[in-house]
């Protein structure tokens, strides 16, 4: 069986549909799926009008002349007309619930415009629970087609040699945007004397607001905006700072987290949508909106002692099991094989 998978947002930045779509094929291919990644590397998949060519004229056209049995839609959306069975993963509902700042059009095309779309689709892969509970409670469709698959992280991440220095380096990886939520961080931060927090990933006008408020609050000196960095710079990152904090007040994965567990490194995450289920207890729950309670868990997670090779060997093998590319892709294999046979 041959699959053709859009892998257009692997091409430059690739925040974490990209990291999921690389990872995927990889592990594909270890377990002797016949993959074809289709992309073009000229064209921006970061601009709406580049990323509509590209999904609804481009992708199928690709598709069609690769003489594959199968379309897997990895990043979300899917065409319009396509001459192949699509399996769709959908990452979450984000542009549905909580993505109101974002302009109109962009909101129609990912939110009303791809679920609908999704009722054509022969099967449906979802990276949580949540986002399975999420999903069908929008769309009327039969939820036997509706499969969970976690995502897997790279090993890469597993490896990670971590520093035992008391630096106060406060994590935070991730697109920088409204629903990321590291306002709640900075209004946090005053009261964690001697904390900084360091920002890993792309910049859209909400970087703005949080440059504004922690200048507002004189603690602009320790928050750092690194921008989106390399993989080893990241993997830097995981070793070197003390904890991780994942505030988001949605995710239908967060590879931050999962990224977090799999270095070994203390994490705080917040208490919403799938970030406890994924975390399953290796992580502290923090109230989303409450600065006071963030302050108060990051104070204590940074005056901890450190934990001891083995509970951290322990924590790496809980969190390599769950987030396991191989066991992944043997999951989305069985979805492929469903989905031709339909």
Same mark, same amino acid.
């Given at each position: 069986?041959?699959?053709?998978?859009? @892998?257009?947002?692997?091409?430059?930045?690739?925040?974490?549909? &990209?990291?999921?779509?690389?990872?995927?094929?990889?592990? !594909?291919?270890?377990?002797?799926?016949?993959?074809? $990644?289709?992309? $073009?590397?000229?064209?921006?998949? /970061?601009?709406?009008?580049?990323?509509?060519? /590209?999904?609804?004229?481009?992708?199928?056209?690709?598709?069609?002349?690769?003489?594959?049995?199968?379309?897997?839609?990895?990043?979300?959306?899917?065409? !319009?007309? %396509?001459?192949?069975?699509?399996?769709?993963?959908?990452?979450?509902?984000?542009?549905?619930?909580?993505?109101?700042?974002?302009?109109?059009?962009?909101?129609?095309?990912?939110?009303?415009?791809?679920?609908?779309?999704?009722?054509?689709?022969?099967?449906?892969?979802?990276?949580?629970?949540?986002?399975?509970?999420?999903? !069908?409670?929008?769309?009327?469709?039969?939820?036997?087609?509706?499969?969970?698959?976690?995502?897997?992280?790279?090993?890469?991440?597993?490896?990670?040699?971590?520093?035992?220095?008391?630096? &106060?380096?406060?994590?935070?990886?991730?697109?920088?945007?409204?629903?990321?939520?590291?306002?709640?961080?900075?209004?946090?931060?005053?009261?964690?004397?001697?904390?900084?927090?360091?920002?890993?990933?792309?910049?859209?006008?909400?970087?703005?607001?949080?440059? $504004?408020?922690?200048?507002?609050? &004189?603690?602009?000196?320790?928050?750092?905006?690194?921008?989106?960095?390399?993989?080893?710079?990241?993997?830097? %990152?995981?070793?070197? %700072?003390?904890?991780?904090?994942?505030?988001?007040?949605?995710?239908?994965?967060?590879?931050?987290?999962?990224?977090?567990? %799999?270095?070994?490194?203390?994490?705080?995450?917040?208490?919403?949508?799938?970030?406890?289920?994924?975390?399953?207890?290796?992580?502290?729950?923090?109230?989303?909106?409450?600065?006071?309670?963030?302050?108060?868990?990051?104070?204590?997670?940074?005056?901890?002692?450190?934990?001891?090779?083995?509970?951290?060997?322990?924590?790496?093998?809980?969190?390599?099991?769950?987030?396991? /590319?191989?066991?992944? @892709?043997?999951?989305?294999?069985?979805?492929?094989?469903?989905?031709?046979?339909?």
């Amino acid at each position: 069986m041959k699959v053709a998978i859009d @892998a257009q947002l692997a091409v430059g930045t690739a925040t974490g549909i &990209g990291e999921y779509v690389r990872g995927l094929s990889f592990a !594909l291919r270890r377990i002797g799926v016949d993959i074809e $990644e289709l992309q $073009e590397p000229r064209i921006d998949p /970061w601009r709406f009008d580049r990323r509509v060519l /590209w999904d609804q004229f481009l992708l199928p056209l690709r598709a069609r002349t690769s003489h594959a049995a199968l379309l897997h839609c990895a990043s979300g959306t899917m065409p !319009l007309m %396509c001459s192949l069975p699509i399996v769709v993963t959908v990452h979450d509902v984000a542009w549905l619930k909580v993505q109101a700042h974002a302009p109109a059009h962009s909101r129609w095309y990912f939110g009303k415009f791809s679920l609908r779309r999704y009722r054509h689709a022969q099967n449906i892969v979802v990276d949580s629970q949540f986002s399975r509970s999420e999903l !069908l409670g929008l769309l009327d469709v039969d939820a036997h087609k509706v499969s969970v698959v976690y995502p897997g992280v790279s090993a890469d991440f597993l490896h990670t040699v971590r520093s035992s220095t008391a630096n &106060g380096t406060i994590l935070v990886v991730g697109t920088v945007e409204s629903r990321k939520n590291l306002a709640v961080l900075i209004r946090a931060l005053p009261y964690v004397p001697g904390a900084r927090i360091v920002s890993v990933g792309p910049s859209t006008p909400y970087q703005s607001e949080c440059e $504004e408020l922690a200048l507002r609050l &004189g603690v602009r000196d320790r928050v750092v905006f690194r921008g989106y960095v390399s993989r080893d710079e990241l993997l830097h %990152c995981y070793a070197t %700072c003390q904890i991780a904090a994942v505030p988001s007040r949605y995710e239908g994965f967060g590879y931050a987290a999962a990224q977090a567990l %799999c270095a070994g490194v203390p994490l705080l995450v917040a208490n919403t949508s799938s970030l406890p289920e994924i975390t399953r207890g290796d992580a502290t729950i923090v109230a989303s909106q409450s600065a006071d309670d963030w302050a108060l868990a990051l104070s204590r997670a940074l005056k901890a002692e450190t934990k001891d090779a083995e509970s951290e060997r322990a924590l790496r093998q809980r969190a390599a099991a769950r987030f396991s /590319w191989t066991a992944s @892709a043997r999951a989305m294999r069985d979805v492929f094989l469903r989905s031709v046979e339909a």
